[in-house]
C-alpha cells in the first residue's frame, strides 16, 4: 500500500500563497490518480482537485483559477499551488490516491481574515 505524506501547510494571510506537497512511496505514483481533499471544522471532506495519470486535472469550482495541481512523477510527489487564498480555504487538507485508496495524515491550512 502506498504510503503519503503531505507537507507545506502553515498560517497565511487572506490573499496569499502556500504550495503544498505529497509525498508518495513506492515504484508506481506514475500510473496512480492523485488528488486533494479538505476538512474544514464542522464540515464534511470534500474534493479539490485531482490529477490522473496523464496529468489531466480536475478542479472544485471553489478552487478554479486560484489552485494549481502539478506532479512530478521522477519525485513521486504532487503540488498543489495555492494562491489568492481565502479564510474560507481554512481547512486540514488531506492527500489522497484513488488508485489505491491511500489517505496522508493532513496538514493544516489557515487564512486569517
Known amino acids: 500500500q502506498v504510503q503519503l505524506v503531505e507537507s507545506g501547510g502553515g498560517l497565511v494571510q487572506a490573499g496569499g500563497s502556500l504550495r503544498l506537497s505529497c509525498a508518495a512511496s513506492?515504484?508506481?505514483?506514475?500510473?496512480?490518480?492523485v488528488g486533494w481533499f479538505r476538512q474544514a471544522p464542522g464540515k464534511q471532506r470534500e474534493l479539490v482537485a485531482f490529477i490522473t495519470s496523464y496529468g489531466s486535472t480536475n478542479y472544485a469550482d471553489s478552487v478554479k483559477g486560484r489552485f494549481t495541481l502539478s506532479r512530478d512523477n521522477a519525485k513521486n510527489t504532487m503540488y498543489l499551488q495555492m494562491n489568492s487564498l481565502k479564510p474560507e480555504d481554512t481547512a486540514v487538507y488531506y492527500c489522497h490516491s484513488r488508485s489505491t485508496n491511500s489517505w496522508g495524515q493532513g496538514t493544516q491550512v489557515t487564512v486569517s481574515s
Open positions: 513506492g515504484p508506481t505514483f506514475s500510473s496512480y490518480t
